[in-house]
T-cell receptor
Framework: NAGVTQTPKFQVLKTGQSMTLQCAQD?????MYWYRQDPGMGLRLIYY???????DKGEVPNGYNVSRLNKREFSLRLESAAPSQTSVYFC??????????FGEGSWLTVV | AQSVTQPDIHITVSEGASLELRCNYS??????LFWYVQSPGQGLQLLLK??????LVQGIKGFEAEFKRSQSSFNLRKPSVHWSDAAEYFC??????????FGKGTMLLVSP
């Protein structure tokens, strides 16, 4: 009963490098999300996908791209990492009615 | 635009004492309301949710919350706190037609 699985759990990048965070859910949810969490800021929505084939910007999309590969998978890409993108990233998925289920988080440090 | 305010950044409660965490929301329609808990280094776990009906909702781990429309509040309560309840708690608001908006969180510390 995996739920939402995201990889990698920890990553250190140099400024300007690129990387992709992977996320998969096995709950057959239509909606998937990427959030970032920073101290004192709560969770802020980066991008979401209401259904397979659609993606929309959230509150803080700059510097990120996403791909909804299929119903299960939703990846987040940093094309040119910046120190301001040092954060904890959470993938999530939801059923009808917005009950969101979260992954365990990915800790990203950009130096 | 929807928003959530959690007025208390930190709260310290003695073990065995009662707990109330405050949450105020701003939303144009009937809201869906949630409380999540996050232990250090972990993801967020759903404690409870309110969609409609009875305004007092029960959740996991002995938590409950009461929806008060007149006060735009959805406060989380627990009658007797355990040391294992120490964590960060997030309130969130949304609907079936919008994404969730989270508050900035309240860190609960439990003293012996």
């Amino acid at each position: 009963n995996a739920g939402v699985t995201q990889t990698p759990k920890f990553q250190v990048l140099k400024t300007g490098q690129s990387m992709t965070l992977q996320c998969a859910q096995d709950m057959n949810h239509n909606s998937m999300y990427w959030y970032r969490q920073d101290p004192g800021m709560g969770l802020r929505l980066i991008y979401y996908s209401a259904s397979e084939g659609t993606t929309d910007k959230g509150e803080v999309p700059n510097g990120y791209n996403v791909s909804r590969l299929n119903k299960r998978e939703f990846s987040l890409r940093l094309e040119s990492a910046a120190p301001s993108q040092t954060s904890v990233y959470f993938c999530a998925s939801s059923e009808e009615g917005n009950t969101i289920y979260f992954g365990e988080g990915s800790w990203l440090t950009v130096v | 635009a929807q928003s959530v305010t959690q007025p208390d950044i930190h709260i310290t409660v003695s073990e065995g004492a009662s707990l109330e965490l405050r949450c105020n929301y701003s939303y144009g329609a009937t809201p869906y309301l949630f409380w999540y808990v996050q232990s250090p280094g972990q993801g967020l776990q759903l404690l409870l949710k309110y969609f409609s009906g009875d305004t007092l909702v029960q959740g996991i781990k002995g938590f409950e919350a009461e929806f008060k429309r007149s006060q735009s509040s959805f406060n989380l309560r627990k009658p007797s706190v355990h040391w294992s309840d120490a964590a960060e708690y997030f309130c969130a608001v949304g609907s079936g037609y919008s994404t969730l908006t989270f508050g900035k969180g309240t860190m609960l510390l439990v003293s012996p």
